[in-house]
């Protein structure tokens, strides 16, 4: 059981209802969006992380997004030398998708923890791949009662406080990565389209807050 406001017992069932209410339900970033070690030129990169979501006892959603044309490729294992890993074969990606794609990972076993890498190949010849990406995810445990912990939060880089490289961008995620809960429920915005995010704001002491910003 985990504990909710107020600590009220909260089920197993409701978390996981919940989590798949909403489309956040998210590996952490640190496991599971880490970022390609290094680009290989001229071929697909997965340059913005990727995210896994919609966990169940028995299935997972991984999400990409390619800087052009792919084939997404998922492999899953028990552990992280991939040893025995299941293929999953998915979508080509392009402009017509905002070059972003979905696999949909089922027959998981439950309540382990499973490691993922996800490798973008061009579409015209497979042999020439992007630096692959991994993490790991857990599946939810198929008997009741049995505990679960996550970490929940919401409204990153919202009003325009965005990853300021000066304090070490966001600390948190280190800390919750440290905790290894077994899935963040990631609540609210995901962007702030109406509240541009500036490179930089004074703050009434005179000091400079600084953003990291992309031209997106």
């Known amino acids: 059981m985990a504990q909710?406001?107020?600590g009220r017992a909260i089920g197993r069932r409701s978390v996981l209802q919940g989590a798949a209410a909403t489309s956040a339900a998210l590996a952490l970033p640190a496991i599971g969006c880490a970022a390609p070690a290094q680009a290989r030129t001229g071929r697909p990169s997965a340059r913005w992380g990727?995210?896994?979501?919609?966990?169940?006892?028995?299935?997972?959603?991984?999400?990409?997004?390619?800087d052009r044309p792919a084939r997404m490729i998922v492999e899953t294992a028990a552990t992280e030398s991939f040893r025995n890993a299941h293929t999953w074969r998915g979508p080509v990606v392009g402009a017509d998708t905002d070059f972003t794609g979905v696999t949909s990972l089922r027959g998981l076993p439950p309540g382990e923890q499973i490691h993922y890498r996800v490798?973008?190949?061009?579409?015209?010849?497979?042999?020439?791949?992007?630096?692959?990406?991994?993490?790991?995810?857990?599946?939810?445990?198929?008997?009741?009662?049995?505990?679960?912990r996550f970490h929940w939060s919401g409204d990153l880089a919202g009003q325009g406080w965005g990853i300021n490289p000066d304090r070490g961008g966001y600390r948190i995620y280190e800390e919750m990565r440290r905790r290894n809960p077994d899935f963040f429920l990631c609540s609210g915005d995901n962007i702030y389209a109406d509240s541009p995010?500036?490179?930089?704001?004074?703050?009434p002491d005179g000091r400079v807050w600084r953003n990291i910003t992309t031209e997106e």
Do not use: C, M, N
Not at 50 to 66: A, E, P
Not at 123 to 144: L, M, Q, S, Y
Not at 197 to 203: D, F, P, Q, R, T
């Open 4 to 6: 909710g406001a107020g």
């Open 119 to 148: 490798t973008l190949a061009d579409p015209d010849d497979p042999r020439r791949t992007g630096e692959p990406v991994t993490g790991t995810f857990r599946t939810a445990p198929a008997k009741r009662g049995e505990r679960v």
């Open 197 to 203: 995010i500036e490179a930089s704001v004074k703050l």
């Open 50 to 66: 990727v995210q896994v979501g919609d966990v169940t006892t028995g299935s997972g959603l991984v999400w990409v997004r390619s």
